[in-house]
């Protein structure tokens, strides 16, 4: 545990589940179990759509009494403080003893608590028969202005869902270079741009990319919107998201995906791909193998799902 210095609580509903797990297996190398994870990677909640809390944690003991020790040994001064009890999976406290255990941990802390305009905000908690505390970094949901964005189309991606994608492409790696290979109004761009990612973008169709490029400089955010056939780009990028076309229907368009498909296969060995249908003998005629996938439904709506298919080069 000692390395192990945050605690991280998610929120999701039933339909975002299996994107949750499968985004937390590449932010953290593992799945959040009941909503939870403890890890030593230190990430931005508001990366995320599905981390609600980060706690960071100071002090933790099998033992109440030890943990208010450690606390006291802290010796932390601080005026308008305010500590919260959150609940998690498995704690059966009840509610007057979870107020005693926050006044416990006020008399610990020198200075005076502000409820309402708190300078900083710790947490108390018990996961799996231990107690934590520490201080709360809350997601504050900054994200949610993209949805002001100018531009949208019928076939634009969710903010949760193009979050996601992000960080399963990127693997939280800031370093890494993604394409957005069909970027549409952008909606993954934007995404990528405010949690500090490097991403360029593309798509065939001009009125569209002009969309892209309006939204993004409406954030203030600069990255480049290429208008053209993917087919034509030739720089090379660390992983490219594509969120294909989804009328699936007819011979061509099926042909047109997987052309789309394997010239990004020509740019990139690492790819995470949106599609409406099952694509994997696609992906192995290209060349690739999945790695990884998840389904992910619109809430209220389980005939549409769309599935996510993370790719990598066969070396084989
Ligand atoms: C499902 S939409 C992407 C939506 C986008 N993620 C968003 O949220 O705005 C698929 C996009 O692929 C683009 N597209 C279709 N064929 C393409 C090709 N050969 N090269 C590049 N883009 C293509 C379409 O113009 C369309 O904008």
């Not at 006020?106 to 520490?134: K, Q, S, V």
Request: hydrophobic share 35%; proline share 2%.
């Amino acid at each position: 545990m000692q390395d192990n210095n945050y605690l991280y609580s998610f929120t999701y509903n039933d339909t975002e589940s299996e994107l949750c797990k499968l985004e937390s297996r590449y932010i953290f190398d593992q799945e959040e179990k009941n909503r939870l994870l403890i890890s030593p990677l230190k990430i931005a909640p508001s990366s995320s759509a599905f981390i609600k809390n980060r706690l960071d944690i100071i002090a933790f003991s099998d033992d109440y009494t030890t943990l208010i020790r450690a606390i006291n040994q802290e010796c932390i001064t601080i005026e308008g403080f305010k500590v919260e009890y959150h609940v998690f999976y498995g704690d059966t406290t009840n509610y007057a003893d979870r107020l005693d255990m926050l006044r416990d941990i006020g008399y610990n802390i020198n200075g005076y608590p502000d409820y309402h305009h708190p300078t900083r905000t710790y947490a108390l908690c018990f996961y799996e028969d231990i107690w934590y505390f520490g201080t709360v970094i809350k997601d504050k949901f900054d994200w949610y202005k993209h949805n002001q964005k100018p531009y949208s189309y019928s076939n634009s991606i969710s903010i949760n869902i193009a979050k996601s994608l992000v960080n399963i492409a990127a693997k939280a790696n800031r370093d890494m270079e993604i394409l957005d290979a069909c970027c549409g109004v952008g909606t993954i761009m934007l995404e990528a741009c405010f949690a500090g990612y490097t991403i360029e973008g593309n798509d065939i169709n001009p009125k569209i990319c002009q969309s892209a490029r309006d939204n993004l400089s409406f954030f203030d955010y600069r990255a480049n919107v290429f208008c053209s056939d993917i087919k034509t780009i030739q720089k090379t990028y660390d992983v490219a998201i594509i969120d294909l076309p989804y009328n699936l229907m007819s011979v061509a368009t099926e042909l047109d995906l997987f052309h789309i498909i394997k010239s990004t296969t020509e740019i990139t060995d690492r790819m995470v791909i949106v599609s409406a249908s099952d694509i994997s003998s696609l992906i192995a005629n290209v060349g690739f193998r999945v790695s990884d996938s998840c389904s992910v439904s619109k809430k209220g709506k389980t005939t549409f799902a769309r599935k996510i298919w993370v790719c990598e080069k066969d070396e084989k």
